[in-house]
């Protein structure tokens, strides 16, 4: 029963598509968040809510927009993806936005 | 400067040594610390939260320094299984929610 889940793992695309990426997770967490980790694995924040609540919202293009409908949900939809946009993208959660964050299994990105 | 700082290795470690590495974090304010340990093409996983009097964690030591502002992670009695990526995460209080990662220190434990 996996706590941090997302969906999908593996995403190939072409330039100038649009695609989403689903998170949930089932820990009771208020807070979630989304990182991204490029090909030098450096893991960098992007997106935080709380209480679906946006709190944290880096200098990410406005061509990612998060979306929590829920507190255990919080989707990223990417529109005219392009090259630079292929990462692994980490959707996380925490009890409040000071505790230790669980992290779901990736989602590799692959823009061709 | 990066606001989280680590070696990134690798450390090379015959099995049933001693390793330690450090990460220095830049702001003062910083309140929380832990140590994040990545397979490769896996996620992150919390490996230890760091606490302001040092705790340890079975064969896992982890110290905070704060005059120095650094954080250190020791591993006794390397197993094979120890062969990861040792992420360091600091957060401040004035950005609560934003967890900030070093680049990570790759440890290999050899046979």
């Given at each position: 029963d996996t706590a941090v889940s997302q969906t999908p793992k593996y995403l190939v695309t072409q330039m100038g598509n649009d695609k989403?990426?689903?998170?949930?997770?089932?820990?009771?967490?208020?807070?979630?968040?989304?990182?991204?980790?490029?090909?030098?694995?450096?893991?960098?924040?992007?997106f935080s809510y709380n209480n679906k609540e946006l709190i944290i919202n880096e200098t990410?293009?406005?061509?990612?927009?998060?979306?929590?409908?829920?507190?255990?949900?919080?989707?990223?939809?990417?529109?005219?993806?392009?090259?630079?946009?292929?990462?692994?993208?980490?959707?996380?959660?925490?009890?409040?936005a000071m505790g230790e964050a669980f992290f779901g299994q990736g989602t590799r990105l692959t823009v061709v | 400067r990066k606001e989280v700082e680590q070696d990134p290795g690798p450390f090379n470690v015959p099995e049933g040594a001693t390793v330690a590495f450090n990460c220095t974090y830049s702001n003062s304010a910083s309140q929380s610390f832990f140590w994040y340990r990545q397979d490769c093409r896996k996620e992150p996983k919390l490996l230890m939260?760091?606490?302001?009097?040092?705790?340890?964690?079975?064969?896992?030591?982890?110290?905070?320094n704060r005059a120095s502002q650094y954080i250190s992670l020791l591993i006794r009695d390397s197993k094979l299984s120890d062969s990861a990526t040792y992420l360091c995460v600091v957060m401040t209080t004035d950005s609560w929610g934003k967890f900030q990662f070093g680049a990570g220190t790759q440890v290999v434990v050899t046979p």
């Open positions: 989403s990426i689903k998170c949930e997770q089932n820990l009771g967490h208020d807070t979630m968040y989304w990182y991204k980790q490029d090909s030098k694995k450096f893991l960098k924040i992007m990410v293009p406005n061509r990612f927009s998060p979306k929590s409908p829920d507190k255990a949900h919080l989707n990223l939809h990417i529109n005219s993806l392009e090259l630079g946009d292929s990462a692994v993208y980490f959707c996380a959660s925490s009890r409040r | 939260s760091v606490y302001s009097s040092g705790n340890e964690d079975g064969r896992f030591t982890a110290q905070l």
